[in-house]
């Protein structure tokens, strides 16, 4: 099993331009998690959903769209990004709501000039 | 400010035990989590603890959980090299989803 697979992994990109970040799991879970990990700093949450056609906000979503139109996919959008922007993104899957045992894919690092 | 409060940085030495210290704030949190990033990966699940225990061993980690100071504890015994790793510690907000609050992590360093 590949559990959660995330790409691109390294992406550099200019002030303004716009990219999608692609997670996907084989685990058949329900809910999928976009975290941002930030030097000094715990993991953020930005958005999360907890079904196929469900998205909601985190603590951090200004900046950021998702959406979630099959159940192994969970995508971020970054419509005009900004420097601050740069950070290590990381997406999660669990299967329910209730253990807390997040599933995490590698992690995508992006770098905003 | 952190919810989760954990020290940046450890550094022990290969076959001592490592004692990694976190506070949370939330004393309604139903558990309570460690999770191990290594270099160049995501984080797993290293163990929990639920909120009514006092202490859970888990092979060479023992997790204390002192609900009073709200302080969260992980020992790991004959620390070694491939234990090398930030740990996370995490506690559960509840709600509609898997809310984890997390610390910033605490850097282990292993040496010889």
């Known amino acids: 099993n590949a559990g959660v697979t995330q790409t691109p992994k390294f992406r550099v990109l200019k002030t303004g331009q716009s990219m999608t970040l692609l997670c996907a799991q084989d685990m058949n879970h329900e809910y999928m998690y976009w975290y941002r990990q930030d030097p000094g700093m715990g993991l953020r949450l930005i958005h999360y959903s907890v079904g196929e056609g469900t998205t909601a906000k985190g603590e951090v979503p200004d900046g950021y769209n998702v959406s979630r139109l099959k159940k192994q996919n969970f995508l971020l959008g970054l419509e005009s990004a900004a420097p601050s922007q740069t950070s290590v993104y990381f997406c999660?899957?669990?299967?329910?709501?209730?253990?807390?045992?997040?599933?995490f894919g590698e992690g995508s690092r992006l770098t905003v000039l | 400010g952190e919810d989760v409060e954990q020290s940046l940085f450890l550094s022990v030495r290969e076959g001592d035990s490592s004692v990694i210290n976190c506070t949370y704030t939330d004393s309604s949190s139903t558990y309570l989590y460690w999770y191990k990033q290594e270099p160049g990966a995501g984080l797993q699940l290293l163990t929990y603890i639920f909120s009514n225990m006092d202490m859970k061993q888990d092979q060479r980690l023992t997790v204390l959980l002192n609900k009073k100071d709200k302080h969260l504890s992980l020992r790991i015994a004959d620390t070694q090299t491939g234990d090398s790793a930030i740990y996370f510690c995490?506690?559960?907000?509840?709600?509609?989803?898997?809310?984890?609050?997390f610390g910033a992590g605490t850097r282990l360093a292993v040496h010889p």
């Open positions: 995490a506690e559960s907000r509840g709600g509609g989803y898997n809310k984890l609050i």
């Open positions: 999660a899957s669990s299967f329910d709501r209730n253990t807390g045992e997040l599933f």
